[in-house]
């Protein structure tokens, strides 16, 4: 499967933004799919994860309250919608798909990464 994410831009502290990755192909409900960010030097890190048929996701402690994860099958598309933007949210976000679980995603296991999507918010 191949990922296209959109959406990035610099936006104030407090601001929102909402991510799209769409993805090609016909098995799009066959995945997992997730965010995840990168700043220079650091790890790439969890953001958010939402289960095949959308129903369950799961957050990283530090957007939890700030961020949604959603999909829509019919269009092969994930969002992700950030509110309440902190200027430690600036990073370079990742869509990504993975035919496990959440929790496995959550570990870094991912089959597929898409290009990333810078987001810079400012003070």
């Known amino acids: 499967v191949q990922l296209q994410a959109s959406g990035g831009g610099l936006v104030q502290a407090g601001g929102s933004l909402r991510l799209s990755c769409a993805a090609s192909g016909r098995t799009f409900t066959s995945y997992v799919m997730g965010w995840f960010r990168q700043t220079p030097g650091k790890d790439r890190e969890f953001v958010a994860a939402v289960y095949r048929n959308g129903y369950i996701t799961a957050y990283a402690d530090s957007v939890k309250g700030r961020f949604t994860i959603s999909r829509d099958n019919a269009k092969n598309t994930v969002y992700l919608q950030m509110n309440s933007l902190k200027p430690e949210d600036t990073a370079i976000y990742y869509c990504?798909?993975?035919?496990?679980?959440?929790?496995?995603?959550?570990?870094?296991?991912?089959?597929?990464w898409g290009k990333g999507t810078q987001v810079t918010v400012s003070s």
């Open positions: 990504a798909a993975d035919t496990g679980t959440i929790a496995t995603m959550k570990l870094g296991g991912v089959d597929y």
